[in-house]
Each structure stands twice: as structure tokens, then as C-alpha cells.
């Protein structure tokens, strides 16, 4: 009979304690992967009239201050990025017909959009300065201006500023040539030239003359247009730019190009 109880109670032991045991849980299934962002592939086109923003250098690669702009700005938005060299009217057409998105190369928004097309927020404006002769204290404000002759080619932005400012007196010549010859014969005291063409001519032996005046001018009426890039006309597109652009301004990028390539600062 005690054997008997004994089974009995062995047997609901064991009964009791396989129910307390749990069967192992099946592990969830994983959740699917999330799909990869297509990778953003950009044709960039750039015109080569401005040799500072955009050039081939002798081996052919092409250099500047907006290719490396453009680089930047791939590497930013991690873009796959292919930049050709094209002429200024060819520029305007492949963005017009939608067939590259974006260009670049000192383009200034004062002759553009074409048609189809939109300009990204500026990068920067360049400033002017009264070129004089090495040695001449000249002050490029109204009181140093005063009583002092300016010379300008006939037609120009800043030629009609300075008129209409009345800060000098202005002596009008038909080309810039013919500008840079009066400086240098010391028929006026100062010239004001575009800043662009001016570093360049100063850069090189027959600017060896001459100097730039302080402070810049930086004016509007005087400075003209600013610089940007061209897009095709595409809402996300100019979105994703400018927020790129923004990043590149604000970690300081687009100043340190600037210093790297440009003998003036953008205001």
C-alpha cells in the first residue's frame, strides 16, 4: 500500500512540475530592411568664360573656384556627380531642355534664368575697387574721392553709380583699354574697372603698375548681380541644393574656397 502512495505521489510530482515548464518561444520574425535612398546622380555643366570660377588647368582637369563649389556640394548631398565643360549658350539650353541640373561657373543672376530654368540662393556678390597707381594714397570713400578723377568705361553699372553718387569726378572712356591707359599715363587719379577682369590684369605683368584702393566698394547699385548657380526648374531640386548650400556656408566651406581661389572676398 506505502509503495503504492509513494508511485502516486511521484507520479504528481512530475505531472505538476512538466506543467510549471514552459515550451520555448519561437523568436519573431526580423522586420524587413527599410529600402536604400536612391542614389542621387546629378549632371552639372559649367562655363569656362570666368577662368577664376571655372578653367582647364594644363593637364586638362578642370579647376576653379565653382568646381570646387560643385564638388563640395556633391560630397554633401552624396550625390554621383558628372561636370563637362560647355559653351555659355549650350549652358543655357541643356538646363532650359532639361538636360543637365545644374551649372555653374561665375554665373551672374543679373542675365539669367532662361526659360525652364531657376537660380539657387546666392552665394555671394563681388565687390568693386578703385584701382591706382603703386604708391598713390588714395581712400576710396567720399572724402578721399573728393576733387579726385576717377576714370570709367562709358555705359557701365558702376560708371552710372558713380556719376549719380557724384563722390569724384568721373571721366568717361569708350573701353576698358582705354581706362587702364589713362591710369597708367597718369591722366586721372584712380580707375574703376570690373573686379573680375581687373585681378586678372593686375595679376599679370601689364598690371605690375598698378594697385587696389581701400575700403571696396560694395554698394549694390555699384556691385551689380550676385553670384549663383543655375538649375533646371525642379522644386525639390532647388530645395535639396539650397538646404546643401546653407551646410556649406554655415561649416565654412564656401570661405575657405573662396580664400583658396578668389584675389577679392564675396560679400
Known amino acids: 500500500m506505502r509503495s503504492i502512495l509513494a508511485v502516486l505521489l511521484v507520479l504528481i510530482a512530475t505531472s505538476a ?8 518561444q519561437t523568436p519573431p ?3 524587413p530592411a527599410a529600402p536604400l535612398p536612391q542614389a542621387v546622380r546629378l ?12 578653367k582647364r588647368s594644363p593637364e586638362g582637369k578642370l579647376v576653379g573656384f565653382d568646381i ?12 554621383d556627380c558628372i561636370i563637362e565643360a560647355v559653351d555659355w ?4 539650353a541643356d538646363i532650359a531642355a532639361g538636360k543637365a541640373d545644374l551649372a555653374g561657373g561665375g554665373i551672374r543672376t543679373g542675365s ?12 555671394g556678390r563681388v565687390p568693386l575697387a578703385i584701382v591706382v597707381r603703386k604708391g598713390t594714397k588714395l581712400e576710396a570713400t567720399p572724402a578721399g574721392l573728393k576733387d579726385k578723377r576717377i576714370a570709367v568705361q562709358r555705359s557701365t553699372r558702376w560708371g552710372q553709380w558713380m556719376k549719380q553718387s557724384g563722390i569724384a569726378t568721373v571721366v568717361e572712356f569708350e573701353t576698358p583699354e582705354e581706362v587702364k591707359a589713362a591710369l597708367i599715363a597718369e591722366k586721372v587719379d584712380g580707375a574703376l574697372i570690373d573686379r573680375i577682369s581687373t585681378a586678372s590684369w593686375l595679376a599679370g605683368p601689364a598690371g605690375a603698375c ?7 566698394i560694395r554698394e549694390p547699385d555699384a556691385t551689380g548681380p550676385n553670384l549663383a548657380l543655375l538649375l533646371r526648374s525642379d522644386i525639390k531640386l532647388k530645395e535639396m541644393i539650397e538646404k546643401a548650400m546653407t551646410g556649406l556656408r554655415s561649416d565654412g566651406t564656401i570661405q575657405k574656397l573662396v580664400a583658396k581661389h578668389l584675389p577679392f572676398p564675396l560679400i
Open 112 to 123: 539669367l534664368p532662361a526659360e525652364r530654368s531657376v537660380f539657387a540662393a546666392p552665394y
Open 210 to 216: 598698378c594697385e587696389m584702393a581701400k575700403p571696396e
Open 29 to 31: 520574425a526580423p522586420a
Open 89 to 92: 549658350d549650350d549652358l543655357r
Open 17 to 24: 512540475s512538466a506543467q510549471q515548464v514552459k515550451p520555448p
Open 68 to 79: 570646387d563649389l560643385l564638388n563640395a556640394l556633391c560630397s554633401r548631398l552624396k550625390a
Open 43 to 54: 549632371k552639372v555643366i559649367v562655363d569656362l568664360s570666368e577662368p577664376l570660377f571655372a
